[in-house]
């Protein structure tokens, strides 16, 4: 399933993000607007920041698995 049909089911979900550069990041995805993902990432101590992805950056968006203990 193409990553832009699977995001209306993850908002507010930790989600991995991969771009097309091969590189990718991880967080909670807030929000979608203006053809751009949102996504609140942790930088240090107790600080967050939601950063702007344009969807041509992006090659696909996956949930994170459940933990099984």
Known sequence: MPWQYKIRFL????????FTNGQG???VLCG???????VMEYLYQSQFAIKQYDF???SDVNGF????M
Do not use: D, Y
Request: glycine share 20%; charged share 10%; net charge positive.
């Open 25 to 27: 990041t991880s967080g």
């Open 56 to 58: 041509r950056m992006i």
């Open 11 to 18: 908002l507010g979900q930790p989600v991995g993000v991969s």
């Open 65 to 68: 698995p459940s933990c099984h």
């Open 32 to 38: 979608v607007s203006g053809g751009k993902l949102q």
